[in-house]
């Protein structure tokens, strides 16, 4: 894993529809539908507030203060990926701005996820690009060493293949395996299904106690009121 | 302190009026009518801009991981009252989102401090429950492990005792106790009332320097001035 | 560097255009002007979103936990400046609020950049007046403890003298060295003369693999494309 | 709670001897018999490994930069005694040394917990007079601005009221409150006592899935074991 | 990845010796023998100075403040394995202690490499069982929520499979993957090979500059020398 | 400042004996005799207990995960050197190993101070070539892009001049500029003069409070005593 210097072409990506659909339960609930694992760490942070998008993973390895992987990596995008840009150790320089972002647009990518800074948030925000990144810095990067594109990478602490999906929101960003896509969308459908009639009791003044039951398993656990 | 597994059902609250009057002046001026203490952390933030609010301290001690306790604390929660959250741990996991804040809101709660993680940040703001968080994240929690509810915690570096008034808004979080409540009312009122004078005659060009008188201390301190 | 007790009152200063221009370019642009140095840490961040300044240092050094110098500082202010504040050692306290804002708005400073914490935030995004800091905090501060003003200070990791140009937005703070001014508002320019048509060119979805012609250099160096 | 310039002559002590013993057990075993609570945050760590001791806090709170408060609660210490000292913010500035320790250890003080920085350990080592502290800092500190002693504090997250007792070792710092004292000591002993069996168990091979029966409880959690 | 509730019995370790053999080179030959890949983050520091060791990965992934999943891992030990334990969120709570380390000794384990709190370390220091840990703590966890055993995991940003080599010394904790583990043996010895004859020669006064032939591509990159 | 692709081969050096002088003296008595300032943070620290040197400096300025110009320092330095080594972005990769301590060595370097990271930790300390940095890492660098040195640097939060003297010792690193040093090299040797009658006081029982005569201002800023 963190193999150098390469680039895989053909990768497998989920399936688009299931991918895209996937998006529309928000990180979160997608997070819950995976069994409570995929979540990447809470530093991964939106440049902007509101975007809600998912898509098949491009993943980049990026050496510190060095973007030249992100060029090599827009020729492997394709309408409906989003790019994930780990790096090999800790680095918060900005290597993406806005001519970057303009041409991933260009190729159809939906956003961004990179584990290092992005600049120009300004720019971006206005032209509706969204990025989650570990910071925000105005630092310029070199083109010298080689990364790799579309291999395994750990992106926030959390494992990414090429073709997985990413959901992304204001919560966070979950990664979903290509192979768990459609089982999770069904789990996240499902789980969404009976969320409103929940809402419903709860706004009603029924507590979460008695409408999930769990008087008994808290007093077996010990729970004691005190007057 | 931090007994687990209890639930204190009789809090004496603050005054009602006193706590929600503290509320206007906002966490600065009211740190410093405290004396200038009594100021959690300043990693705590609010997850939306522009919220003031305040209330009487509902506390919850939560175990790492787990927010059955947010549960119970709910069953608690009086009109105007703040929930302050507290973990015996740092964690950052998502202990609180869209329908724990449904039921929050419908038992009267005014806001929550979490020494936690915090999700659903987008329903949240639309539906104006304010939280203040050290953290934003999907991950969800499970409910496997006692904590307590309404006995004194140390949430962010301040202790809060249950009933204690919360102020909190866009620079922090205060923390009132309620035997200091009325005093600390009138003393922010105090200070207040002669900041519009001091504003103008800022806005006027008047300097620090003169208004606050000094050059006098400046001087016997040592400060030199060079040319 | 780093004299306590002193304030320099006759500082050389950037010219004032050249000062005042160069924030059109933004921090990002400036910092690859300048050749890719000069930015403080990437942990000092606005305020509030939006605001783009530049103008010329008048630099505090200040005590933890301590705002005299603030006031002592505000007297040096001429219109253009940007006041520059470090602190001796690593300090989130809320050193500047509202009533100094307002009277370094009447003495013309653009804006505050403080490796410290500021508050009444909420007041400040009102008033305009764009602030830089590491921190958001109610905590107030005493006034006891000499600093200087108009000394060298190094600011969130970057050297500041007083006199030289900062460039401040969403993307972060850029020191320009008096001395450079000129040369780095002509080389800003240059480099935003040809953005335009190279936006375009990715906009139509040219590579900048191919625009920057790195083919050849990334097969040099090794990169292998894997069908 | 965090009342500035007082300073408690008369506080009531935990009893000498059971404060004493309890440091025999360690921060581990004290903090399981506390029913896992007590602990002050992993941040806090012993200047030299090895020392293990407990003794009755003497509370400090300490300004930020500023260890005039030292000198006070010097005069408050009784053998036996450990000085808690907090901060009303972060700060890593080195509020004591050689000096003070000589002082700290002709009063009969057994050690020194604080949060904030040390210096001179080098000589402190030699001394033997052991302190946990969150930085290790030769910057020395004013002495301008009141604080208190012998109230009650939060130190590292951790409420501390003057009289607890406090066990420090290399694994961190546990505060039983006095009332808990005899008790948490009981539990202790009582929990040391079948320890060595246990070891002599599990060196000999025996697993803990067995020796704590979690095997049903594992297979009921669901837990699935695949060739 | 990340699923939870599962423990595999049968992983294909690397080869034994090899395994064996890549310890003695320690971590800083064997990450450059990789290709300057697969170095944990270097938060990761032994609790004691001075250990080197390697062996194959058992993997276990914990849930924040419950170790239950390190008993379940010790029955899968086998004589030269390393345990690598992940936890599915930031957290620092002593997993790890005297009784689990006598256990996983006498099952034949030759360290532990944790992404969360270890405690005793006293008398894991005596028992020269060697942990790499994020930090150290005397907070007990409690054994309520399922993870998994001997699945991928990512510890402190590295993936790691079951049965991979892991090399951990003072310098910090690589990952060879079980198939690269005999060809990166070779190129760590390859690479030995030659560094007594560089140490001697710099040794003797010869510039790193002139022994690497440095000072051509140095003037070439634009490296200019100013008297 | 942070000039690129340079190096000043003609540097002025702090008088010798004076630089080694000062090291006698450690940086806590050095800060204080420099009026309090002067000091890197806290996050340097030395890879071995016990070491204390001072020298005069020779400056790196590197770029993030690339160790190329600690080669090109190498041949600048001069026997009682030590050698500063910042970093234009933070940054914790092994940009240090025993080689390049053998060649600084060689060369007559008395220590490195780096705002990085260094390996080899096992084999500097055998050397006995003392190393402060901010992180211990085997993570290799490359050998890419220009930095500088003898240029003037930020490390760790403090300006460094090329010649400037520093001392480095258990407790930190403090750098005393070249034209100061003999200045302070006496206000140091005064300073620790009575030091020795001041600890004999102290250890005989008499307070701070009277040897300081603290008493009164305590009184006069308020402090109040309550039995």
Same mark, same amino acid.
């Given at each position: 894993?963190?193999e150098?210097g390469?680039?895989?072409r053909?990768i497998?990506r989920?399936?688009r529809d299931?991918?895209?659909?996937l998006?529309?339960f928000?990180?979160?609930?997608?997070?819950?539908a995976?069994?409570?694992?995929?979540?990447?760490?809470?530093y991964?942070?939106? &440049?902007?507030?509101?975007?809600?998008?998912?898509?098949?993973?491009?993943?980049v390895?990026?050496?510190?203060?060095?973007?030249w992987?992100?060029h090599?990596?827009?020729?492997? &995008?394709?309408?409906?990926? &989003?790019?994930v840009a780990?790096?090999?150790?800790?680095?918060?320089?900005?290597?993406f701005?806005?001519l970057?972002?303009?041409?991933?647009?260009?190729?159809g990518?939906?956003g961004l996820?990179?584990?290092g800074?992005?600049?120009d948030v300004?720019?971006?925000?206005?032209?509706?690009?969204?990025?989650?990144?570990?910071?925000?810095?105005?630092?310029?990067?070199v083109?010298?060493t080689?990364?790799s594109?579309?291999i395994?990478?750990?992106?926030?602490?959390m494992?990414?293949?090429?073709?997985?999906v990413?959901?992304?929101?204001?919560?966070?960003?979950?990664?979903?395996p290509a192979?768990?896509?459609?089982?999770?969308?069904?789990?996240?459908?499902?789980r969404?299904?009976?969320?409103?009639?929940?809402?419903?009791?709860l706004?009603?003044?029924i507590?979460g106690?008695?409408?999930?039951?769990?008087r008994?398993?808290?007093?077996k656990?010990?729970?004691r009121? &005190?007057?």
């Amino acid at each position: 894993m963190h193999e150098l210097g390469v680039v895989y072409r053909n990768i497998k990506r989920a399936d688009r529809d299931v991918a895209h659909d996937l998006g529309r339960f928000g990180s979160a609930t997608v997070h819950e539908a995976m069994g409570r694992v995929g979540l990447m760490k809470p530093y991964m942070r939106p &440049i902007y507030a509101g975007a809600q998008v998912s898509g098949t993973a491009v993943t980049v390895l990026l050496q510190p203060g060095d973007n030249w992987m992100m060029h090599v990596a827009a020729e492997q &995008i394709q309408p409906g990926d &989003i790019v994930v840009a780990a790096c090999t150790t800790d680095n918060t320089d900005g290597f993406f701005g806005d001519l970057l972002a303009t041409s991933f647009q260009a190729r159809g990518a939906v956003g961004l996820v990179i584990d290092g800074g992005c600049r120009d948030v300004k720019t971006l925000s206005e032209m509706k690009f969204p990025v989650w990144s570990r910071a925000i810095s105005s630092k310029g990067t070199v083109k010298a060493t080689l990364g790799s594109v579309n291999i395994p990478v750990v992106c926030a602490g959390m494992s990414v293949n090429p073709g997985d999906v990413v959901v992304a929101d204001d919560d966070g960003v979950v990664v979903v395996p290509a192979a768990l896509a459609k089982k999770t969308l069904d789990a996240a459908a499902a789980r969404e299904a009976n969320e409103g009639e929940k809402r419903a009791k709860l706004a009603s003044g029924i507590l979460g106690l008695d409408m999930y039951k769990m008087r008994e398993p808290l007093e077996k656990a010990g729970l004691r009121y &005190i007057d």
